[in-house]
């Protein structure tokens, strides 16, 4: 486990980490370089909505991999996923700008962005199953949680790298070439996923499905149409993720690509101030989201813990921006520190709660439909929505009822979930129709 926890968390980092630069530059340059033409307002709205496009193709990828991962194993989609990734990533770092090519710099900025969102669609459902599947039934959550730091990973590593980017380097050379640096390393996350492909094992529960397929075609086994069986039985489920999601998803946007936007032109912080800010603030989930996960190990109920992060969020999205808004560097760290910690409290126990929530044969499927789903309309949108409120009202108390909203979205989709905790994994769609809600867990 030790090996395997170390791999997936170091892919998933990368994954996140080309995935989420996107969103620093996004906030810091991208809006110069691509639409120079649109006002300051304008250049980052439109820099904040080919951010958004990558989450519409998000989807798209974990349709794909969830029926590749279902029919044929959870690795060969991760390993895809990973290669598309980076590939997609470098070539953001290399492509030339409005100024040299005019009109086909956004275009094909947005084509590589949606080439990112099919990567990264596909990657979660993977790695989360290629965890939750290995892992003892008993630290499930734990060992869940894991693939949930390699974004927080992937965060803070990018906000670090143009942290020392604009540091060291003067506004002209940041925005003349700086800014592609961390894009060229997207080039590293295809020999990861070369190693991923020859070192890492499928998991013990789709191995033991090809072993009950090759054995008798009458037994529960592998599905030849596991996606179409997932929206068709399992849809209720599938909205009940997506909808889980969603105050995830947009507080998480919100605080490392939003708050970047906002602490620069709203409150009057430096770049370097809320970069810093929000990099370590974002930094102690590597500590806290275990901790929950493991939490929900212990607690016998990953809902709970759910609901309860659920309505902090609510509850602290307008203390969140009054501390942020007095600009005093302690109180806006306070601020960021106390949302990701509300934050860990419902994204560290997420990746058991929906390998939980499906059955062994359509389980990439229905965890793959819902978190992406929910990823379009929750993260995606989030900091345009934000731009776009704080552009109309002028005062963050429109981005807090905002966050309000997301949550109460949420707390009743993870209110109605039938919770099966530490439900035996090996466990398909049929098998599951004959055992009563509620019952022991498996011992596998």
Known sequence: ?????????????????????????????????????????????????????????????????????????????????MLVMGLATFAIGVLPNYAAIGAWAPILLVLARLVQGLGVGAQWGGAALLLTEHAPVEKRGFYGSLIQTGSIFGAVAGNLFFLVLTANMGEEAFASYGWRIPFLSGLVLVVIGI???????????FREMQKRTAESKQEAGLRKAPLSEAIRRYWRQILQAAGAFFVVNATFYILISGMLDYGTKHVGLSRTQILVCVMIAGATQVVSMPFFGALSDRMGSRKRLYLTGTVLMALF???????????????????????????????????????????????????????????????????????????ATGTAWSVSLYIVATAAITFVAVFTIKERFRRDLYETSEQEQDTPLGSPAGTR
């Open 1 to 81: 486990m030790g090996r395997l926890a170390a791999a997936a968390v170091f892919a998933t980092a990368l994954e996140w980490f080309d995935f989420l630069i996107y969103a620093t530059a996004a906030a810091l340059v991208l809006g110069k370089q691509f639409f120079p033409a649109a006002s300051p307002v304008a250049g980052t709205l439109a820099s904040f909505a080919t951010f958004a496009v990558g989450f519409f193709a998000r989807p798209l990828g974990g349709i794909i991999a969830g029926h590749v991962g279902d029919r044929f194993g959870r690795k060969p989609p991760l390993v895809a996923a």
């Open 195 to 205: 190693y991923v492909q020859l070192k890492i094992e499928d998991t013990p529960v």
């Open 317 to 391: 999205a307008f203390p969140m921006f009054w501390l942020i808004d007095t600009g005093s560097i302690p109180l806006v760290l306070i601020a960021l520190l106390i949302g990701f910690t509300i934050h860990a409290t419902m994204y560290g126990p997420q990746a058991a709660l929906y390998a939980e929530m499906f059955p062994a044969d359509i389980r990439y499927s229905g965890a793959s439909l819902g978190y992406q789903f929910a990823s379009v309309f929750a993260g995606g949108l989030a900091p345009f929505i934000m731009t776009a409120l704080l552009a």
